[in-house]
């Protein structure tokens, strides 16, 4: 066994998590490392509605791909910059961002802070500068392509790299769907939800149509569910009855736990990794090992 900050890792066929302080035991079984040379698979984690845990999405996950033993590149598309700080980097110590590699992709390997958290996990930190890059790009040639000539530079590097969209049609969401092969959609079990997700599939059949012919959907994660409303039940359904299979089994719950754990810079394995939460970002992962 080798240890992984306050991860341990069993590299065959599970993983032991172990909170530091609680030291709960919860195993996670996921297919094992895939030895063989590959790219990494792009995944950009959009909704054009705003709240409904994209960032929550993509810092957790990250994690625990990153847990896994999966090589993970975290990617903060945002100018709110939340995956950067709820993954646990400190704004006065970045240097260097998103914004930086739009603009000179060629730079992106001197951008990317190694080993944030877990040996595995490395991030591509953001700031609110990144919301100037729509002005920089707009007389650029092939300005929506700038992430993907970016990601080129170091896919061979990773296993995953996830990028947390904005939630807006904007130039840099544009330039992350088409760096991304596939979208992860989380889907808020309320009332607005799939009104939100319609305008979401027009603009990925517009992007589809334009710049990245081979986005697909990889899947749907409902979040913020409560068993106990009728309306997140229906939501569920419905998610299920237009999705099929692409949504994932698991269910992201309501959970004080996932609330808190970004004001301590820290994902909700390192957290807490016993609370409902922790289970279900592991059970997303190990669905998403499953699937590729």
């Known amino acids: 066994?080798?240890?992984?900050?306050?991860?341990?890792?069993v590299p065959r066929e599970t993983f032991l998590l172990v909170d530091s302080q609680t030291l709960p035991y919860i195993r996670l079984t996921v297919p094992p490392p895939i030895a063989a040379f590959i790219v990494a698979r792009i995944i950009a984690i959009a909704n054009q509605k705003g709240g409904v845990g994209k960032t929550t999405t993509a810092v957790n996950l990250a994690a625990s791909l990153a847990a896994a033993e999966r090589r993970t590149l975290l990617v903060d598309g945002d100018p709110q910059g939340n995956a950067?700080?709820?993954?646990?980097v400190p704004r006065d110590t970045i240097g260097e961002t998103v914004y930086d590699v739009l603009l000179n992709p060629d730079r992106i390997k001197d951008v990317i802070i190694k080993s944030v958290q877990f040996r595995h996990l490395d991030v591509l930190p953001a700031t609110p500068d990144l919301a100037g890059a729509e002005i920089e790009l707009v007389d650029q040639d092939e300005r929506e392509l700038a992430m993907r000539r970016a990601l080129d530079h170091v896919r061979d590097e990773y296993?995953?790299?996830l990028i947390d969209c904005p939630p807006s049609?904007?130039?840099?969401?544009?330039?992350?769907?088409a760096a991304a092969d596939a979208l992860l959609i989380p889907l808020q079990c309320e009332y607005y939800a799939l009104e939100g997700l319609s305008q979401l599939l027009n603009t990925v059949h517009l992007v589809q149509q334009g710049v990245n012919p081979s986005l697909g959907i990889d899947g749907v994660l409902l979040t913020m569910y409560d068993a106990r409303l009728n309306l997140s039940r229906q939501v569920a359904a419905d998610?299920?009855?237009?999705?099929g299979a692409k949504v994932f089994q698991s269910v992201v719950p309501r959970n004080i736990r996932l609330a808190e754990a970004p004001?301590?810079?820290k994902p909700?394995?390192?957290y807490d990794v016993a609370s409902v939460g922790a289970q279900a970002y592991m059970g997303v992962a190990r669905e998403l090992l499953d699937r590729k």
């Open 84 to 88: 950067t700080s709820g993954i646990g």
């Open 159 to 161: 296993d995953y790299i």
């Open 239 to 243: 998610a299920r009855e237009y999705f």
């Open 1 to 9: 066994m080798t240890r992984c900050k306050s991860v341990w890792v």
């Open 169 to 177: 049609l904007g130039l840099i969401t544009v330039n992350m769907l």
């Open 268 to 270: 909700i394995i390192l």
């Open 263 to 265: 004001s301590f810079g």
